[in-house]
């Protein structure tokens, strides 16, 4: 994970704009007031960062119809725009786009906006997958955005976690999430930073059923009853399992 921060000081005729509030979601509102008296808003979709394919991001859609409007007028918009597309979540417009089979395509969302006092702020937040690094990323970002005279902050930045589905806890993780649902078990790689995420061999485990929109990070997210219930059930007998199967100093030392 990579999460950035972009700043410069503009002459793009805005008084205040306003986009996202927290920096790992896809932000759903955005108004923009502008020097003339006119205002501009825009009302999108909310995501989590690590899925923001399935939101409308307002902070790039909101560049967009900026530099639509005069791409001379509102430069800074329109350069920003063309390395954050609206609709595009693979980080190709910073020159970063890059996918492998095991864990996916990058992705690349601005979560936040701001315009205040003639500076135009941003935050981004960045998924990448195994084949990538920080290092790498972060000099292609550079060479991006100073192109364009904005400057780079490194809020946060985390290369991979990765865990062999051979391992002893995974095989016996996925064992038991068959037997309690009677379902086929398989590993997936996510976006998102787990309670895991820095111990190693960890994998996180449980709670999300395939196929449901728990909301997550947006409005009215939820879990149903019956899914938290089973999932207690199925985490008593991950517990059980794992120590059932670790009967000698051996296995205790080389489950993971």
């Avoid at 918009?77 to 395509?105: K, M, N, R």
């Avoid at 550079?142 to 095989?171: C, G």
């Avoid at 787990?194 to 990070?217: K, L, N, Q, R, S």
Wanted: hydrophobic share 40%; glycine share 10%; with cysteine.
């Amino acid at each position: 994970m990579l999460r950035l921060q972009f700043r410069k000081l503009t002459q793009d005729p805005i008084d205040t704009l306003e986009a996202g509030t927290v920096p790992n979601a896809v932000p759903a509102q955005a108004v923009a007031h502008l020097s003339g008296g006119e205002t501009i808003t825009y009302q999108g979709t909310v995501a989590h960062a690590s899925t923001p394919e399935g939101g409308d991001n307002v902070a790039d859609g909101l560049l967009a119809r900026l530099a639509g409007i005069d791409p001379n007028r509102f430069a800074d918009c329109a350069a920003l725009s063309a390395h954050f597309p609206h609709g595009s979540t693979d980080g190709s417009g910073l020159g970063i786009a890059c996918a492998d089979d095991a864990s996916g395509a990058l992705t690349c969302v601005c979560s936040m906006l701001q315009v205040r006092d003639h500076a135009i702020t941003g935050c981004v937040d960045i998924r990448f997958p195994l084949c990538a690094d920080c290092k790498t990323l972060l000099a292609q970002i550079r060479r991006a955005l100073a192109a364009d005279s904005f400057s780079l902050a490194v809020l946060l930045e985390s290369d991979p976690h990765h865990t062999p589905k051979d391992t002893l806890l995974v095989q016996k993780l996925l064992a038991v999430y068959e037997a309690q649902t009677g379902k086929k078990g398989a590993c997936i790689a996510i976006g998102g930073g787990t309670y895991v995420h820095d111990i190693p061999g960890g994998v996180a485990f449980g709670v999300e059923e395939p196929g449901w929109d728990y909301h997550m990070h947006g409005d009215n997210e939820y879990l149903p009853v019956d899914q938290l219930c089973q999932n207690t059930e199925m985490m008593v007998a991950a517990i059980l399992a794992l120590c059932g199967a670790l009967k000698t100093a051996d296995e205790k030392e080389n489950y993971i």
